[in-house]
């Protein structure tokens, strides 16, 4: 009698939400992969362990992370599977208390940003620059963390051990914060009306910024090719299948082609704010899987 093939288990880090809901309870399975999971709270915490520890075969990535990984040959590779999308204008505050705020006044201000590769950081910055004519330049930098591609320059001051992003703001060493929400009644948001300014933006470039996406070893996709069309093809299920109501625009596609809007403009954005030494095309970033995406 034959006996069954065992399955490829896989060192996998994927944050939680309606589409891996069902692989991560195990409802959704494949016949071929078995998806071990790490969990990391906040999942962008574990990211800096596939970066600089290959700690993983399958990895929820940040898109600015991955283009810095890209830049500085870190051995994975990016799966055309966002994970996490969304508009980022709500996510840019100021204190209220030392008077109002738009985005022309950012100039020459002390400005914080947990790091200065985040995604939603980098968004922010390339919509500030390039629709709100902010000078980056001119603006003075506090950041939390390193980044998560050591490699990647970091001109940016380093708050002091123990400091908090909101907290500073609040106090007046900030004026003002990138990536951030809070319920501060102080607290307002650097656009105004956020959500009208989102939807003024998208009418213009027709994006919706991701910030997460999936990327798998290197050497999975050297030697186990099948392997990473298995994991893609369970992706898509888990989206598929979830249950969750279809959003148009999507701010989590799938494919190639669906996720060529944003990953241009992104890597546009981190060329011209310096993340990456090279505008990178989106084709560069998938010529290693085209093959195995269908």
Known sequence: MTQPTSKRRLRTLLGTYPHTAALKSRTLLSDRIELDFTE??????????????HAFDVSEMAAVTYLAAMAYDKPMVLLPAAMFGRFQHPFAIYNSDRGSMRPRDLNGKRVGVRAITTTTGAWLRGILANDYGVDLDSIHWITFEEAHVAECEDRSERA???????????DGELDAVLGERSADPRVRNLFGDPDAEAARWYARHKVVPINHLVVVSADLVVN???TVREVYRL????????????ANPDPIPF?????RPALKLMADYAFQLGLVPKRYTVDEMFEPVRHLIT
């Open 224 to 226: 186990e090719p099948e």
């Open 255 to 259: 494919g190639i082609e669906q996720n």
């Open 235 to 246: 992706l898509l299920e888990g989206k598929t299948t979830s249950g969750a109501e279809a």
């Open 40 to 53: 990391f709270t906040p999942v962008w915490d574990g990211f800096d362990q596939m970066v600089r520890h």
């Open 160 to 170: 002091a051990p123990g400091k908090s992003i909101v907290q500073m703001l609040l």
